[in-house]
């Protein structure tokens, strides 16, 4: 009897492992979404966790995050958090080095920083002719644009925050292009954000009541080159006006 209680056991636990595991798996790789046209021309990062995450708690104001990386072959205990305050973004960093048994040997170094939502540019409004109105069918027209993450630091909600901030995007879905960012820099060894992130695919624009309501959906690559395929399927909407 008591062999046959360690052996369920043994089968709960390992189950539950292989859950958290395809958990983890899932969080940092963004959800396909089919395009009505394919514009997938880079090449992918492997889908290989490159993360060990320890804990995550995200709604659509604020975010928590405990995890594990190796940057430079070192590895790091790294604390994120987010808070989304009108259009002002609240975030703060902890890291601290480990060794291979995940006990500190450095310093923990803590930064704060503050991030303001920028406002829509008028090139970006569009022209009468391409408002759709609401109600009707969408009209999906192409649609590309580079987005800057200049002062991001090499950390998730770092990332997050910065596109929150320049594409107006949800807090999960820029939580779920940043992982998708790092994993993929961590795989190839590279311990620096880039400068720019560009995404390609389609945009719809629609008004109601003096406001004018925007759609995309696409992928976001490397530059406009499209050597790199960071994240696909990525879908969004923002408003603009009162």
């Not at 975010?63 to 594990?68: E, I, N, Q, V």
């Not at 205990?77 to 995940?102: C, M």
């Not at 829509?120 to 009468?128: F, G, K, R, S």
Request: contains cysteine.
């Amino acid at each position: 009897m008591k062999s046959i209680l360690k052996r369920g056991i043994s089968f709960v636990l390992i189950v539950t492992m292989m859950c958290s595991v395809a958990m983890n798996r899932w969080q940092v790789v963004a959800l396909a979404e089919e395009l009505d046209e394919s514009d997938e021309t880079g090449t992918e990062f492997q889908d290989e966790l490159e993360i060990e995450f320890l804990e995550k708690r995200i709604t659509d104001t604020s975010a928590y995050l405990r995890y594990f990386i190796v940057v430079d072959g070192k590895k790091e205990y790294i604390t994120e958090s987010l808070e989304l305050k009108g259009k002002t973004i609240v975030s703060s960093i902890s890291s601290t080095g480990v060794n291979e048994n995940n006990v500190p040997i450095t310093v923990t170094e803590e930064e704060q920083s503050t991030i303001v939502i920028e406002e829509c540019n008028e090139e970006e409004l569009p022209t009468e002719s391409s408002y759709e109105e609401m109600g009707k069918k969408y009209n999906w027209k192409s649609y590309s644009k580079t987005y800057s993450l200049k002062g991001a630091k090499f950390a998730i909600l770092s990332v997050s925050a910065i596109l929150v901030a320049v594409s107006k995007m949800g807090l999960g879905t820029a939580i779920s292009v940043a992982a998708s960012v790092v994993n993929f820099l961590l795989s190839q060894g590279r311990s620096k954000i880039p400068n720019s992130i560009y995404f390609s695919g389609k945009r719809c624009v629609s008004r109601s009541c003096g406001r004018i309501f925007y759609k995309y959906k696409g992928n976001f690559y490397d530059s406009s080159k499209k050597k790199t395929l960071y994240a696909k399927g990525i879908s969004w909407s923002r408003r603009w006006g009162r």
